[in-house]
């Protein structure tokens, strides 16, 4: 008599719900102001031109000859404040994070109250992983310019990197009380009232990011998962699908649609959802043994071993896939193999009560009475509760008498 299926499920149930880091917002380069010398001299002027040569570089993707440019108008000007702030945000693009740091210190030395550049220091100081220094430097350019929704946005992505979820939720409602149409803050938004389970809002504010970019695979995977933590498979199967069509390729879409489908008892569409997502990583265990748990409810019994010893050759100490294995073998009737499965079950994880109860009723039904008293014995050593659901299993009625499990 099988006890069910084990059905392996990402963390927080069958998905992961955040999909790379928080999305920062940039201040786009400025046309540059001048600073040191007076207009009309000619390290200014020359400063100037480079200024604007590096802005036009840097916009069309041209990062390293942007620095280039930027170099040559600081070597015009050492004083022109806005070609370091530029020069620091080329070096965060590139991940240089202690050249940006340096750039961006040589500017606040020059102009201590510029909001730029101290949004600028923090972007390169969460780069850096010093969070709580770049909360500082956010908060300093907030101080000078507290309308600054890039500032906001991003402090609330260092909150949530500290684990800060409300005051990171704060920081992105401030930031969109500035300006409403930003997808990325929206996105943030949704992903941290997801952590806090507070899926209606998270709900509500993927809705929001997918108005403003439909597009975006990401979104319609997390707002995904939101309805099918609510317990909404249908509109889960709907944003898996989105995520799938956008990125087809997007293995993880693929498998969460397979694990809705299961949920939902769409068991066709649910293989075809678990077999496209294979056919992207064959080398999951847990997709071959949740395909082999919707053949086995198929009654495709030969199918579903198949799953299962595929799994288990990927990861051979998976307990789950020993014990669906077991299952598959006692419906075929084949008790010897179904017992020899749940004892690799039993041996990997010997404390859960179900795989014990699995291989004590294959092993009663055997005549391995001693055997199945011990499981028995053991199960009841780790769950006392379960007594009272053994008289429903007729193959254990007959053991309930022996002196070990004489209540």
Known sequence: ?????????????????????????????????????????????????????????????????????????????????????????????????????????????????????????????????????????????????????????????????????????RCYTKALEIRSDLFEVWFNLGNAQGVLSHMDQAIEAYERAVELSPGNHHVWYNLAFAHSCRGDLERAVDGYRQAAELIPDDYEAWYNLGHAYADLGRNADSVRAYRAALARRGDDHEAWNNLGNVLLRQLRRDEAIECYRKALELNPDYDPSWNNLGNAFEEQGDLAGAAEAYARAVAITPLRPTYLLNRASVLARTGRTEEAVDDLVHALEVVPEIRGLLPGFREFCDLLRHPRLRS
């Not at 600073?35 to 390290?43: A, H, L, N, W």
């Open 1 to 169: 008599m099988s006890r069910g299926q084990d059905s392996e499920r990402r963390p927080d149930g069958a998905q992961r719900l955040l999909r790379g880091e928080p999305l920062p917002l940039t201040i786009r380069p400025n046309n540059p102001r001048l600073s040191g010398e007076q207009p009309g001299t000619d390290g200014t002027t020359d400063a100037l031109l480079f200024s604007e040569e590096g802005v036009a570089r840097f916009e069309a993707g041209d990062t390293r000859g942007a620095i280039l440019a930027w170099e040559r108008a600081l070597q015009s000007d050492p004083a022109h404040v806005e070609a370091w702030v530029d020069l620091s945000r080329a070096r965060i693009s590139l991940r240089e994070f202690d050249s940006a740091v340096r750039c961006v210190r040589k500017a606040l030395e020059l102009s201590p109250d510029l909001c730029e550049a101290w949004f600028e220091l923090a972007n390169a100081q969460v780069g850096m992983d010093d969070t709580e220094a770049a909360v500082d430097s956010f908060r300093n350019a907030l101080d000078l310019s507290p309308d600054m929704l890039e500032a906001w946005n991003n402090l609330g992505n260092a909150y949530r990197r500290m684990g800060q979820f409300e005051r990171a939720i």
